[in-house]
């Protein structure tokens, strides 16, 4: 008869299991086919769900013990509204994006699971949003920490003048700002703000390893382009992965004053005929082109000339330092 009750009781664990399987079959299903709906109708049949199941917030998490399977439920709501978002990105809601993503982090921090955080901060830098709040959020996820500060440096509303460090709430104590930042970000404080120490800290060995952001190293170039600290520049142009337009410019300019090998001269300048050198033009790069066919004619004052009107650099003196001490 024991065996019998033990028989018994297998039996009804069994059909447990099962039927817990079957919940769990019948809630993602559910799920997935939320996600085929459109926003507003995906999120409110989401939302009837938590509601259902006591999960529309975070109390429960702190009120019952027994909560890993509702947990792993509201993760998987979580993470569908996320998707859903992220499909219609174009219409997102950034605040209703960024409270989905604060719980979404929450929950996965209590189920001790990464979560691909990284994948949902970047879609909601395509909502369109608040700088200044959306820093702040970003300051609070320790995985988004060099997109937070890439956006402290590089989010200025004016695009061609990106000099300002947008601040947030505790951050006020100058060198405590700077002792947060990483290594590569602090080159860029001292860029933006006490330039000759950038200098130092670009050239101090202990930072020969640090690997830089290239819009960080772009606009050190620039700025030290400049301050006509050619040798700077050409340093940091050797260590800038993706070069662009602006750059190459620059290096022409660096190839003409002999600061730089020649590359682009010598792989450009050779395909120009005599007479596009002498016409003036109103692309700035055959203007440098036409700078160094004046120069290795030895008219130096209208080289420089097209040097300073183009890149607004006075380099008179090096240009004939430099072609008059060629045998």
């Not at 085929?36 to 009120?63: H, N, T």
């Not at 700002?177 to 703000?193: I, M, P, Q």
């Not at 692309?283 to 040097?307: G, H, P, Q, S, V």
Request: charge should be negative; proline fraction near 0%.
């Amino acid at each position: 008869m024991k065996m019998k009750a033990d028989e018994v009781e297998e039996e009804k664990q069994n059909l447990v299991v099962e039927k817990q399987v079957d919940n769990t079959i019948d809630f993602d299903k559910t799920i997935g086919d939320l996600m085929e709906k459109d926003l507003a109708e995906g999120i409110e049949g989401l939302r009837v769900i938590e509601v259902s199941l006591g999960i529309q917030d975070l109390k429960f998490a702190d009120e019952t013990e027994q909560n890993n399977e509702l947990l792993m439920k509201k993760e998987k709501i979580l993470k569908a509204k996320l998707g859903l978002y992220n499909k219609n990105i174009a219409n997102a809601s950034y605040n209703a994006y960024k409270s989905t993503l604060q719980d979404y982090i929450r929950v996965n921090e209590l189920l001790s699971k990464d979560g691909n955080v990284i994948f949902y901060v970047k879609m909601l830098l395509k909502v369109k949003h608040d700088t200044i709040d959306l820093i702040r959020f970003l300051s609070t996820i320790k995985e988004a920490r060099k997109i937070y500060q890439d956006q402290l440096f590089f989010s200025s509303v004016d695009a061609h003048n990106k000099k300002e460090i947008l601040r947030v709430d505790g951050q006020q104590d100058s060198d405590a700002f700077y002792d947060s930042l990483d290594e590569e970000f602090k080159l860029a404080y001292l860029l933006r703000t006490q330039y000759d120490n950038a200098v130092t800290y670009f050239y101090d060995d202990q930072n020969a390893n640090v690997q830089y952001n290239d819009k960080i190293l772009k606009e050190f170039a620039v700025a030290s382009f400049q301050k006509e600290d050619f040798k700077l520049t050409n340093d940091i142009i050797g260590r800038i992965a993706k070069r662009e337009e602006e750059l190459d410019d620059i290096i022409v300019v660096l190839e003409i004053l002999g600061v730089r090998k020649p590359e682009i001269l010598k792989d450009k300048f050779v395909m120009l005929e005599k007479n596009e050198l002498m016409l003036k033009s109103t692309n700035r790069r055959m203007e440098l082109m036409r700078a160094y066919f004046m120069c290795i004619n030895w008219d130096f004052d209208e080289c420089t000339k097209i040097i300073k009107d183009e890149m607004g650099i006075d380099c008179y003196e090096i240009v004939k330092e430099r072609y008059c001490s060629i045998d």
